[in-house]
């Protein structure tokens, strides 16, 4: 077996004990907590995932094209200057977030652990993202599997034993123990890589250039993440937060799916994307995107069938007739994770060539979309309305990008896309 198909193997071997980590956490939480609960831990994850962006600015999405593209001996550099960066921006943003316990989104008990998480894990969230785009996918994975697997593992165990701990504060707890391990993982990684350039003077036209392209990045993902961060809020205020504790669950299950891809496909095609077209290699390109194509959906084909069969046994197993009544939410919410899914092949297809503002477009018509359309559905459908919403959202973003795609590159990179790989 080859090194790389190796390395595919151990990555993708990893990502799936993490994925499995990830569903016995949220499977015994949805048995050991109340629903409303599970939906509250719902809600602060969400909230840190969607603050993680003002926090990184989307610069990777710069720092990532100009690593590919120069020596190895400029990249302390460049990631210095990335770093004052994001001390900046960690002065400006993490202050105004105060707003969200001022309005009482979350209560203010949970203040602390959610600075002290959000920090971690979009510290973690830039390692992760450099590992990957200098091609160290396996540390990557180590580092996710600290991240998002071992403590939940670990908090999931000592729970089943102990029921006194059986509370939302010891899962955070020991989330932020997880994610300062991966932390302290990723940085004795980059410094086992020597890299060179560090003493460089700070870069401020680097940083001013990178954010002119990142900014617009930023605030399309804001768009697009938005739309996975208000449906929850939406969801509890039109069903209650009860009802959220079993959207949350079946969010989490479907978004195993994004996680799989992210593990055995994305990881390794877009970097091989984006050095194909940086060399002008028409075949490879083309044989990188087939794979990339394929893949996705085989992937996304067996993960439906699996989970189709799957589930209900699973939700008998909690003992709790509350998320077996609520099973109908299923197979919307897995509708929406596969149209995601599949829209990520012309997505990393127009990113790698640098075709930037179909994404951008695309990205920011997700909220003009999604919010009126929630809305007309909440007056008839209440209890559908924010699945509905997010399913037109998403097929009118796959069209987008696919048609983006088809119309701005040029044939010979994708024709014909259906052909054999050999």
Not at 59 to 83: I, P, V
Not at 241 to 247: H, W
Not at 284 to 301: D, H, I, K, N, S
Request: aromatic fraction near 16%; proline fraction near 4%.
């Amino acid at each position: 077996m080859e090194v790389s198909h190796f390395a595919r193997f151990v990555n993708i071997g990893l990502r799936g004990v993490t994925l499995v980590s990830k569903f016995v956490l949220i499977f015994f939480l949805a048995g050991f907590l109340e629903p409303k609960d599970l939906g509250l831990y719902g809600l602060i994850t969400v909230t840190i995932a969607y603050a993680i962006y003002p926090l990184g600015f989307d610069f990777y999405t710069y720092t990532t094209r100009e690593l590919l593209n120069c020596e190895r001996s400029e990249w302390g550099g460049l990631l210095k200057d990335q770093a004052i960066l994001h001390l900046a921006l960690y002065a400006v943003v993490l202050p105004l977030l105060l707003i969200v316990f001022s309005l009482e989104l979350l209560p203010w008990y949970l203040a602390g652990w959610f600075f002290v998480l959000l920090v971690l894990e979009h510290l973690n969230q830039e390692m992760m993202r450099l590992l990957i785009a200098i091609s160290e996918q396996l540390t990557a994975s180590w580092v996710l599997f600290l991240r998002s697997g071992c403590w939940a593992l670990g908090i999931t165990a000592w729970m089943f034993f102990d029921s006194s701990i059986r509370s939302l504060e010891s899962v955070l707890a020991a989330w932020a123990l997880g994610s300062m391990l991966a932390l302290i993982l990723s940085i004795y990684r980059l410094k086992c890589l020597n890299l060179s350039g560090w003493s460089k003077n700070i870069n401020w036209s680097w940083i001013v250039k990178g954010l002119t392209v990142a900014v617009p990045f930023l605030v399309a993902t804001l768009a697009i993440r938005a739309v996975f961060t208000i449906d929850r809020y939406w969801f509890e205020a039109l069903q209650g937060l009860e009802l959220l504790g079993a959207y949350v669950l079946f969010m989490s299950i479907s978004n195993t799916l994004m996680s799989f891809l992210d593990a055995g496909v994305f990881s390794f095609s877009y970097p091989s994307l984006i050095a194909a077209h940086n060399r002008g290699d028409v075949r490879q390109f083309r044989v990188c995107l087939r794979r990339l194509f394929w893949q996705t959906m085989g992937l996304t084909a067996a993960f439906v069938v699996v989970a189709w069969f799957v589930i209900e046994p699973l939700l008998s197993m909690l003992d709790k007739p509350f998320y077996i009544e609520q099973l109908f939410l299923f197979p919307w919410v897995l509708t929406v994770m596969v149209l995601y899914a599949i829209g990520m092949v012309p997505h990393y297809a127009l990113y790698a060539q640098g075709l930037d503002k179909p994404i951008i477009y695309s990205h920011l018509s997700t909220v003009i979309v999604f919010v009126p359309t929630t809305w007309l559905f909440s007056l008839q459908l209440p209890d559908k309305a924010v699945l509905l919403g997010m399913m037109v959202t998403l097929v009118i973003l796959l069209l987008w990008k696919t048609w983006a795609f088809y119309r701005l590159t040029p044939r010979r990179y994708y024709s014909p896309l259906t052909a054999n790989l050999h």
